[in-house]
């Protein structure tokens, strides 16, 4: 008998530890830090960045940029850019505020980017058979994209805030879980993707109004320079690409020739 489908959400941070412990190799991950780690990595590769570079620390950047001098450093602690003061004197180039990461700012560049949870999800889930970076930025390309594939086990990651869940990544996952029902309803489904659903029916016509409710929205919100990475994270489909972490690089897979 052929194994059943299989669709679930890992709602918190606590849960990566499980990861190691799942064989991933047999499982699809869409991993969502909406504010705002997943949100800059889809806009970047948008506007023309060759590749980001996912590290869990800062130690690990300044390592990968002493290799590669040409890269762009990004990344964030307690939501602003990384300074001199915590690297003994480097500065990052760029923060965590997807509106940073224009065109001019990254076309061609290859980026190195941490942050605190989103970039440690990502690693978290390296060894899976495919791991896709997520956003409402590219929600209906990311459906398309998995209705296309159709993966027997898929697995959505929410990067949460500092250990805890959070309300907009759990919303994001819910909206993808919700376009992707009927391929898995006949299949197991995890209490996550249940809840999951269930926030995104409840609070998902009026996402602005519940990033008041989130712990990093209303820490977003409450600082003149990055309160408009909330309504800028929040833009549904404003992008159709759907990149990939594969071998330690978010990247956007080759385009089939004409
Ligand atoms: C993270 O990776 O934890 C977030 O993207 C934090 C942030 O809002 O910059």
Request: with cysteine; aromatic share 4%.
């Amino acid at each position: 008998m052929p194994n059943p489908s299989s669709l679930d959400v890992l709602l918190s941070p606590a849960e990566f530890d499980r990861l190691p412990r799942l064989d991933l190799r047999s499982h699809t991950c869409v991993v969502f830090d909406v504010l705002r780690a997943t949100s800059s990595m889809v806009t970047a590769l948008a506007n023309g960045a060759d590749a980001i570079l996912p590290v869990i620390d800062i130690e690990s950047a300044l390592a990968v940029r002493q290799a590669r001098p040409d890269a762009l450093l990004a990344g964030e602690r307690h939501g602003w850019r990384i300074g001199a003061r915590l690297t003994g004197g480097v500065e990052f180039d760029l923060g965590n505020s997807p509106r940073e990461f224009t065109p001019e700012a990254v076309r061609g560049r290859t980026i190195i980017m941490t942050t605190t949870n989103g970039t440690r999800a990502l690693q978290a889930c390296a060894g899976a058979h495919a791991v896709y970076v997520g956003a409402f930025s590219n929600l209906s390309a990311l459906v398309e994209e998995l209705r296309r594939v159709a993966p027997r086990k898929l697995l959505v990651i929410c990067s949460g805030t500092f250990e805890e869940a959070s309300l907009e990544d759990t919303l994001a996952a819910g909206a993808l879980v919700d376009a992707l029902w009927p391929g898995y309803e006949q299949g197991a489904i995890g209490d996550g993707a249940q809840i999951a659903r269930c926030v995104h029916q409840q609070l998902g016509t009026d996402p602005l109004a519940a990033m008041h409710r989130a712990r990093n929205g209303r820490r977003l919100l409450e600082q003149p320079a990055l309160s408009d990475d909330v309504s800028f994270s929040l833009r549904r489909d404003s992008r159709s690409i759907v990149p990939r972490f594969e071998a330690g690089a978010v990247s956007l897979p080759p385009r089939a020739c004409d």
